[in-house]
Structures are given as structure tokens and as C-alpha cells.
């Protein structure tokens, strides 16, 4: 019990920290550039926890058994995906709920200051423009994270053994 409590502060510590960075550089990028270089900040935002939701599912997906054997034959990566898949919830829960999630609140600070911008320079009603974006931000995430889940399930090695190689090229432990 006394590691669980650890893991929750621990994660709670990491998801404040990321999004005071996260938030702190978006801010400052949303105020020095126009509307479309936010726009496309905006979608790399959601395309980046879409690619961390696709991480999360597939480390609780992949088969630990397929990565033995290339650690035996000593490939590379491969001893960084078993301990990746070792540690799937915790993993899975860094990539989905602490990535996920804070990519989720800036995309909607990003969006509503993109509608702000947008309403500023069009005229058009703020409210108007402000539900078409928040529209559009959850669908393009919701729609995304669908999409990506069946992909990560039916490719689960590929991808965790993707983010292995990451792992030992960057000699992350």
C-alpha cells in the first residue's frame, strides 16, 4: 500500500510539473505568433497525446514472450521493452491519464485563445467561433485516440518495441 501512496504523489508531482511547462510554452508561443501558426501548434498538441494514448494502450497490449527471445540474441531495444511492458501500469498510466490528459487541457487553453484571437480579428461572435473550436478539439482528440486505439491493440510489439529503441538509443533507464 505504502508504494501505491508513493506511485499517486509521485504521479501527481509529474502531471503538475508537465503542465506548468506545457502550459508555460504554449503561452508564450500563443502570444508572439498569428492564428494559423496556433492552429497548427494547437494540432500537434493533440496529435502529441493522441500518440501517447497509442503508447499507453499498446505497453498493456504487447507480448512480453516476443521480446525474450530478441533480448537473447541481443537486439537492441529489446531489454528496454521488457521493462516497459514489466511496467505497464505505471506506463500506461503516464502515457493515457498524465500525457493524455494535460494535452487535453492545453489543447482547450490553446483553443480558447485561438477563438479569442480568431474573434478579435474576424469580428465573428467569440461564443460562436469558441464552440466550433472546442468542437473541433474534441473530436479531432476523441476521434483520434479511436482510431489510434485499434491500431496500438493489432500492432502493440511494434509500436512498444518503436518506443524501446527510443528508450536505449537515448539511454533513458
Same mark, same amino acid.
Given at each position: 500500500?505504502?508504494?501505491?501512496?508513493?506511485?499517486?504523489?509521485?504521479?501527481?508531482? /509529474? =502531471?503538475?510539473?508537465?503542465?506548468?511547462?506545457?502550459?508555460?510554452?504554449?503561452?508564450?508561443?500563443?502570444?508572439?505568433?498569428?492564428?494559423?501558426?496556433?492552429?497548427?501548434?494547437?494540432?500537434? +498538441?493533440?496529435?502529441?497525446?493522441?500518440?501517447? $494514448?497509442?503508447?499507453?494502450?499498446?505497453?498493456?497490449?504487447?507480448?512480453?514472450? =516476443?521480446?525474450?527471445?530478441?533480448?537473447? @540474441?541481443?537486439? @537492441? !531495444?529489446?531489454?528496454?521493452? *521488457?521493462? /516497459?511492458?514489466?511496467?505497464?501500469?505505471?506506463?500506461?498510466?503516464?502515457?493515457? $491519464?498524465?500525457?493524455? $490528459? +494535460?494535452? !487535453?487541457?492545453?489543447?482547450? !487553453?490553446?483553443? #480558447? +485563445?485561438? #477563438?479569442?484571437? /480568431?474573434?478579435?480579428? =474576424?469580428?465573428?461572435?467569440?461564443?460562436?467561433?469558441?464552440?466550433?473550436?472546442?468542437? /473541433?478539439?474534441?473530436?479531432?482528440?476523441?476521434?483520434?485516440? #479511436? *482510431?489510434?486505439?485499434?491500431?496500438?491493440?493489432?500492432? #502493440?510489439?511494434?509500436?512498444?518495441?518503436?518506443? !524501446?529503441?527510443?528508450?536505449?538509443?537515448?539511454?533513458?533507464?
Amino acid at each position: 500500500m505504502k508504494g501505491n501512496r508513493q506511485w499517486i504523489v509521485t504521479i501527481f508531482i /509529474l =502531471t503538475f510539473i508537465l503542465a506548468i511547462i506545457f502550459s508555460a510554452v504554449s503561452n508564450c508561443i500563443a502570444a508572439v505568433f498569428n492564428e494559423v501558426a496556433l492552429a497548427i501548434i494547437l494540432i500537434s +498538441v493533440i496529435v502529441l497525446g493522441i500518440m501517447f $494514448d497509442c503508447i499507453g494502450v499498446s505497453v498493456i497490449t504487447a507480448n512480453e514472450a =516476443t521480446f525474450h527471445s530478441m533480448s537473447s @540474441k541481443k537486439i @537492441k !531495444g529489446a531489454k528496454e521493452t *521488457i521493462t /516497459l511492458i514489466k511496467n505497464s501500469s505505471k506506463i500506461s498510466t503516464i502515457c493515457n $491519464d498524465v500525457i493524455g $490528459d +494535460v494535452c !487535453g487541457i492545453i489543447s482547450g !487553453g490553446l483553443g #480558447a +485563445v485561438l #477563438a479569442i484571437s /480568431l474573434s478579435t480579428t =474576424t469580428g465573428i461572435n467569440n461564443t460562436v467561433i469558441s464552440v466550433i473550436i472546442s468542437s /473541433l478539439i474534441s473530436s479531432m482528440t476523441v476521434g483520434g485516440k #479511436a *482510431i489510434f486505439k485499434s491500431i496500438a491493440i493489432s500492432n #502493440a510489439d511494434r509500436i512498444i518495441f518503436v518506443v !524501446g529503441k527510443i528508450k536505449h538509443f537515448l539511454k533513458i533507464k
